[in-house]
């Protein structure tokens, strides 16, 4: 389907989707999909469990190459340019930070989790990770609770916490991509709420994908919203327009008002 | 009130019983390790001596020491590990992190398994033919040391596996979706936190393998060599052989010798046990999520 989209050309856009369709195993999960994400905008996804949420981002920074049985086809472009035309994948992930639904503290120090993607791109000096570390510590609003302990596990923290050290980690690819799969579903509330102020700043500096259970926060921070509906994208339209019941299909609307089913 | 209905009741005895049962059976288990422990310690003991861990044998090994064979049990063992450690830990490495799963790789894994219940002695015919024989290492510590590999090099690959799949999925894909390649993903974080459990492995392998006669006899270990063995294309003594010589191929053995040398190898066998239970000891306490 085409989709109506008005952006100035000098913006263009981040992600371009064209037929995408993906399965595991030979079982379609999600197919049909055409859709542009915008530059430097938040675009929201919403939609029930098993509707391909999941499966579209892991497409667009290819992890199709890590998951046993998921194929993909169709077109994503990510910056202008084929996602499968990277020879190599990993330089294609690093600009695509990447945050889930349940927070990942890897079993190294908080100092390290953040460090890690520098270190692993070849950065060895010490004054230049240090920076690096209190910049992504500090805009993921978790600076202050930490600076005192940078050297215990970041696998302890607390899951509030936790979640947001993983988007430090992910700002620590400085990338120009985030995509945020469900990340307030083991958060609290309050918590939610600095880390939705967070992602209202970085998106002048990046483009964000969010992906969200909640539909009113789709409607807080997303400019535009696509709906999934068991592997097929329903529509994507302007959020506020299909928040005042000016969405294209009725089961967009049902769903948005919480009438599904 | 709450009433305990007679279904309750049962239940309650029913689990009392179980209880019971499990308790037992597990006595039932201890009671022969004590009882080999005890009668060892009792008949072997008096033989254990200064003399008797750092000498020849002598008299047709009626009377002396038992050094060549510990030094040989050493030997064997480690060079035994270093042939089949590298290899195990890389070949779990690829089987767990690497390898598509595929009919192809749970048939290997499959294959693995029962290759760790083909018996010793058939082993030991594979390495007479192979080490002995084809590659023309003679009667030596290398091909009974490579036959001894070949046996363990399942249970590396096996318990290698499972402690690498102990660390969770989500922390290789977090680290794959920053950028990271897989080898980096395991330098960095699967390794760190599967060694442990991994050396533990490697551990009760070498206990095991210190007690294996059969894949030695032909291969390496010779009944009676008072030398110590100088390199890896000499034969050597072993404790496991030596034991099976003395109880039942020499005359006129005094009867604390085979109890004490059964006591020695027993000993070192507790001893490897013991460093691995204190790894995983440790790994318990450093568990990091
Ligand atoms: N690794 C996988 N292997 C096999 N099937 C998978 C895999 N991941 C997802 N699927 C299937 O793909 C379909 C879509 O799953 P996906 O995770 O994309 O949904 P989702 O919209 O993210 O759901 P949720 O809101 O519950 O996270 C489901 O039917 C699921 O079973
Ligand atoms: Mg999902």
């Known amino acids: ?66 998951t046993a049985g998921m194929e993909v086809s169709g077109s994503v472009r990510v910056e202008g340019r084929d996602v499968r035309s990277w020879r190599n994948p990993y330089a294609l992930r690093q600009r695509i930070g990447v945050v889930f639904p349940l927070p990942v503290g890897l079993p190294l120090t908080i100092y390290d989790n953040v460090a890690l993607s520098s270190r692993l791109r070849g950065t060895r000096k010490k004054a230049d990770l240090d920076v690096i570390v209190e ?36 700002l620590s690819q400085d990338p120009s991509i985030l995509l945020l799969d469900e990340f307030s579903i083991a958060v609290d509330p309050v918590t939610t709420m600095r880390i939705e102020e967070v992602l209202a700043e970085l998106k002048s500096e990046m483009t964000i994908v969010l992906v969200t259970n909640l539909v009113q ?27 005042e019941g000016g969405a294209q299909d009725p089961r967009t609307t049902a769903y948005v008002e919480g009438k599904f089913g | 009130m709450f009433e305990a209905t007679a279904q309750n009741r049962r239940n309650r005895k029913v689990e009392g019983l179980f209880r019971l049962l499990f308790l037992w059976m597990t006595c039932m288990l201890i009671l022969p390790v004590a009882l080999i422990l005890g009668v060892l310690i009792v008949r072997g003991g008096p033989a254990i001596s200064w003399e008797f861990l750092f000498t020849q044998p002598i008299n047709n090994m009626t009377a002396g020491g038992i050094l060549p064979a510990l030094v040989g049990t050493v030997w064997l063992v480690v060079v035994a590990l270093i042939a089949s450690v590298p290899v195990g830990v890389a070949a779990a490495l690829y089987l767990s992190e690497y390898a598509p799963d595929n009919r192809l790789t749970r048939a290997i894994n499959l294959a693995i398994i029962n290759l ?24 030596s510590i290398l091909a009974a040391s490579l036959t001894l590999a070949v046996m363990t090099l399942p249970v590396v690959i096996v318990a290698t596996r499972e402690s690498l799949q102990t660390v969770p999925l989500a922390f290789r894909e977090a680290c794959w979706n920053m950028g990271a390649t897989r080898w980096q993903t395991i330098r960095k974080i699967v390794l760190p936190n599967a060694i442990s ?37 000499d034969q050597t003594m072993a404790m496991s052989l030596h034991l099976f010589v003395i109880s039942t191929q020499v005359p006129d053995v005094p009867e604390h010798m085979p109890f004490g040398v059964a006591l020695v190898l ?3 066998v507790l001893a490897m046990n013991g460093i691995s239970i204190a790894f995983r000891v440790y790994l318990r306490g450093r568990k990091k999520w």
């Not at chain 1, 079982?27 to 530059?39: E, H, R």
């Not at chain 1, 926060?217 to 339209?237: D, I, P």
């Not at chain 2, 033919?129 to 590659?135: K, L, N, R, T």
């Not at chain 2, 459990?197 to 059969?214: P, Y």
């Open chain 1, 1 to 66: 389907m085409s989709v109506p989209v008005r952006v100035s050309e000098a913006a263009g856009f981040a992600i371009e989707v064209e037929d995408l369709a993906i399965g595991y195993h030979g079982k379609p999960a999600l197919s049909g999909v055409t859709l542009q994400v915008p530059t430097q905008e938040i675009f929201g996804i919403i939609g029930p469990a098993n509707s391909g949420k999941t499966s579209f981002l892991r497409a667009i920074n290819r992890m199709d190459l890590m």
């Open chain 1, 217 to 243: 926060q789709a409607r807080r921070l997303a400019s535009r919203t696509a709906f999934f509906l068991t592997g097929e994208l329903v529509e994507v339209t302007e959020t506020e327009t299909m928040f």
């Open chain 1, 135 to 170: 910049r992504c510590l500090r805009r993921a609003a978790l600076w202050d609770e930490v600076k005192d302990r940078l050297d215990s596990l970041g696998s302890l923290l607390s899951g509030g916490q936790q979640q947001r050290l993983t988007i430090a980690r992910a």
């Open chain 2, 266 to 268: 027993i000993s070192m």
């Open chain 2, 197 to 233: 459990g991994i050396l533990t492995g490697v551990i009760l392998e070498v206990s095991r393998t210190s007690g294996e006669t059969a894949p030695i006899m032909f291969t390496g270990a010779a009944f009676f060599l008072p030398f110590l063995p100088q390199g890896v294309l």
């Open chain 2, 116 to 139: 760790a219940g083909v018996p010793s002695i058939v082993h030991a015919l594979f390495g007479l033919g192979a080490f002995v024989i084809f590659f023309r290492f003679g009667t």
